[in-house]
């Protein structure tokens, strides 16, 4: 056990661990090109917060399918998923991306609507 009580398993990550690191790597990078959306709809700039959208879309689709993925081997009975505080907090990055997707569309609509 470290110093710090926290126990060290070694370098090497197992499946669920990198599993719940390529969910918070993605999705963590999609909540920035929502947030950047709305900065430039705010902007006046409503096509460009759209692509940026479209593009935090792409990404937020990979880290969705690797949740997706452990739901399903959990379903299936195949491994273990151990509730982790790596898995919850992978799960609460998708939840906070997946709201700011919806947010940046409405902020978009409204900033667009303000502007006609």
Do not use: W
């Not at 929502?34 to 460009?48: N, Q, S």
């Not at 700011?100 to 609507?113: H, K, M, Q």
């Amino acid at each position: 056990m470290a110093e710090n009580g926290i126990q060290n398993s070694g370098d090497d990550m197992g499946p669920m661990e990198e599993a719940c690191f390529q969910i918070i790597a993605s999705v963590g990078a999609a909540k920035s090109m929502f947030i950047e959306a709305i900065g430039l709809a705010k902007e006046g700039k409503f096509d460009e917060a759209r692509k940026k959208v479209d593009e935090g879309n792409d990404i937020f689709v990979e880290g969705h399918g690797v949740h997706l993925g452990l739901l399903q081997q959990d379903a299936a009975g195949v491994g273990s998923t151990n509730v982790s505080l790596l898995l919850v907090h992978s799960e609460d990055q998708l939840m906070q991306a997946e709201s700011f997707r919806i947010l940046a569309n409405e902020f978009i609509d409204l900033y667009e609507r303000v502007a006609k």
